[in-house]
C-alpha cells in the first residue's frame, strides 16, 4: 500500500508540475531567437534560452540567423522573436525605419561601455607601449616602422590587414593609403585567412615579440591578450561610404571605424506579449571580463554556445542574477 501510495503520489506530483510548468509557457508563449554563425552570439542565445526557458517557463527555441537575412525577417515577418546580438552598423537606416514604424525594439547594449570595448581598429601589444612609450599614438607607430620589421623584407615596417575577400580589406588598404604608410617605410601585408591572422598577433605576443595589425571585438584574442588599442581619429560616415569602403578609391582620406553599436533586438509583438521576459532582456548587458572569459573559452575548449551557456550561468551567478528579480534567479539556479 505504501508503495502504491508513493508512487500515486508522484504522479500527482509530475501532473501538478506539468501544469504549472504548461500555464508558465503559455504565459510567455513560444519564442524564437536566432542564434548568429559566431561565438559571442551563439553564447548570447543560449543564455538567453535557458533564462527564458527556466526561468520564465518560456516554449522557446534557436534558428539559425545572421545579420541582414535575421533583420530582414524580423522587420517584415515578426520573426524571430529575439536577436542576441544585432550588429547595427551596417544595417542603421533599416533598423531606425523599423523602430519608427513599431516592428522591433532595442532592447539593450550587449556589451557595456562598446565604444571601448568593442569594434575595429588597429592594435600593437600593451608591453610595446610600456617600453617605448611614443608607440602610444598611432603617428608614434607609423614614424617607428623600425620596429615592426617585416620579416619579409625587414627594411620595411609590417602592417597586417585583412585577408583578400573581407570587406575590411578594402578599408584598411585605403586607410593605409590615406596615411601615406608606403612612403613611410611600411608594407600592408595580406594574412591569407582570419586563422592565420589571429595567429600571427598570438604567436607574436606568446614570444613577446613586435606585431602592428587590424582586429576587433569582442574576441577571444583581444580578450585574452592585452593590446593597445590605436586611436585613428575621428570618424567621418560620408568619407567612409563615398571613399574608405571603396576598392581602388583614388584619393582616400584618413579616417576610422565607426563605433560598433551592438544591440539586442527583439519583434514589438513579443515585447508586448511577454513583458517580464522582455524585462530580463532590457536588463541583460555583459562586462568585458565575463563576456571575455566566455570567448576564451569557447575558443580553448573548442564549446559550443550551449556549452558556453553553462559555463557562464554557473560561473557568474553574481552577475546574470541582477538582471531578473530573485524567483527567477531561483529557478535558473535549480535547473543548473
Excluded at 12 to 20: C, I
Excluded at 23 to 51: P, R, Y
Excluded at 289 to 311: H, T, V
Aim: include cysteine; proline fraction near 6%.
Amino acid at each position: 500500500m505504501k508503495r502504491v501510495f508513493a508512487i500515486g503520489g508522484l504522479a500527482v506530483a509530475m501532473t501538478m508540475g506539468l501544469a504549472w510548468g504548461g500555464a508558465a509557457s503559455a504565459a510567455c508563449g513560444k519564442v524564437t531567437i536566432a542564434e548568429m554563425n559566431w561565438a559571442s552570439a551563439q553564447a548570447a542565445a543560449n543564455i538567453d534560452l535557458f533564462i527564458l526557458k527556466n526561468g520564465y517557463g518560456c516554449d522557446v527555441e534557436t534558428v539559425p540567423g545572421d545579420t541582414v537575412p535575421t533583420m530582414t525577417s524580423m522587420t517584415e515577418k515578426g520573426e524571430p522573436d529575439i536577436a542576441p546580438e544585432l550588429w547595427l552598423n551596417s544595417i542603421k537606416p533599416q533598423i531606425a525605419k523599423a523602430v519608427k514604424e513599431g516592428r522591433i525594439e532595442v532592447a539593450s547594449e550587449v556589451l557595456d561601455n562598446p565604444g571601448i570595448n568593442a569594434g575595429e581598429s588597429w592594435f600593437i601589444p600593451k608591453y610595446m607601449v610600456d617600453k617605448n612609450p611614443e608607440l602610444a599614438t598611432l603617428a608614434g607607430v607609423l614614424a617607428n616602422p623600425q620596429l615592426f620589421k617585416d620579416p619579409e623584407d625587414p627594411s620595411k615596417g609590417r602592417f597586417i590587414g585583412c585577408p583578400a575577400g573581407w570587406a575590411c580589406q578594402i578599408n584598411n588598404e585605403n586607410m593605409f593609403k590615406a596615411r601615406d604608410m608606403a612612403a613611410k617605410g611600411w608594407n600592408l601585408v595580406d594574412p591569407g585567412s582570419g586563422a592565420a591572422l589571429a595567429g600571427a598577433i598570438a604567436k607574436a605576443v606568446n614570444r613577446g615579440e613586435a606585431v602592428f595589425a587590424y582586429y576587433w571585438a569582442p574576441t577571444a584574442l583581444l580578450s585574452k591578450y592585452a593590446m593597445h588599442r590605436l586611436d585613428l581619429g575621428k570618424h567621418d560616415a560620408v568619407e567612409y561610404g563615398k571613399c574608405t569602403s571603396v576598392k581602388d578609391c583614388p584619393n582616400p582620406k584618413p579616417n576610422s571605424y565607426a563605433v560598433s553599436e551592438i544591440n539586442t533586438v527583439v519583434s514589438t509583438a513579443f515585447a508586448k506579449k511577454a513583458n517580464d521576459a522582455y524585462s530580463y532582456l532590457k536588463a541583460r548587458s555583459f562586462g568585458p571580463k565575463e563576456f571575455g572569459d566566455i570567448l576564451i573559452y569557447m575558443n580553448e575548449n573548442k564549446a559550443g554556445g550551449e556549452e558556453a551557456a553553462e559555463y557562464f550561468l554557473k560561473k557568474y551567478p553574481q552577475v546574470w542574477s541582477k538582471w531578473v528579480p530573485a524567483d527567477v534567479a531561483a529557478k535558473v539556479k535549480a535547473a543548473l
